[in-house]
């Protein structure tokens, strides 16, 4: 008999997007894979993938959700691959909620062989040293023929990172002038969890401006620019 493919999962919840092109839109988030950052691991289970996919179906229509956020590391791609699969089989066309990866393990090789199943993908940098990596998981999805749209997520969680992410837009200047022609670019979303200056926020957009049409900020904290006479 051959074993059931098994998925750890962490805690699913419901909310409603904070960032991004999707802001405002109820969500449900599925962390999927260990995180060897957290020590505390009592939140997380293991399911069959054909148990969970229809969990996470069910839980999705009873509580009209407009999408799927799978957030992964780079553990267990293969139940995940078979994850996504399931969640597109199980659905219907008119019942059809879209799935968002949220990739963290920026491997192109993932990107690769997740686009199939997936709707939506956020890419998402929190260091400019993964950068090659992320620019051919980019150019994967340019010239890939799946109708999946995808938007560049850069997390800037300490003021020590301002520097190096600044500094790596010029490193993706080689992919910026077909990302901004390409319809299935969403842009760039720019999510500060530490407090900067005024003068840092504004300066952060200018450079992001510079090479991407699209460019957002989001904030924990409000940005306010002080008024000026003309």
């Known amino acids: 008999m051959l074993e059931t493919k098994k998925v750890t999962v962490g805690k699913i919840s419901i909310s409603f997007e904070r960032e991004g092109p999707f802001m405002g839109t109820k969500t449900l988030f599925v962390p999927i894979g260990m995180d060897n950052n957290n020590n505390n691991n009592n939140n997380e289970m293991v399911y069959d993938i054909d148990t969970l996919a229809m969990s996470i179906l069910n839980l999705a229509y009873r509580n009209n959700v407009e999408k799927i956020n799978i957030i992964v590391n780079d553990s ?36 690769a062989l997740l686009i199939p199943m997936i709707d939506i993908v956020a890419i998402e940098l929190k260091s400019a040293s993964i950068i ?58 720019i999510h500060v ?38």
Do not use: W
């Not at 003068?199 to 904030?219: C, G, H, N, T």
């Open 132 to 189: 090659d990596e992320v620019i051919k998981s980019l150019h994967y999805l340019y010239i890939s023929y799946s109708i999946v749209n995808y938007y560049i997520k850069i997390v800037i969680s300490d003021k020590r990172e301002y520097d190096s992410i600044c500094s790596l837009f010029n490193k993706m200047n080689e992919i910026c002038s077909y990302l901004n022609n390409d319809n299935k670019f969403l842009g760039v979303y």
């Open 76 to 111: 267990q791609l293969d139940e995940i691959i078979l994850l996504c699969g399931k969640l597109r089989e199980y659905q219907t066309q008119d019942e059809y909620i879209p799935l968002l990866l949220v990739c963290n393990c920026y491997s192109s090789y993932a990107i």
């Open 193 to 230: 969890e530490d407090l900067l200056s005024v003068q840092d926020y504004s300066r952060l957009y200018d450079i992001a401006k510079e090479y991407f049409e699209d460019v957002r900020i989001f904030s924990r904290t409000p940005i306010v620019f002080l008024a000026q006479h003309l």
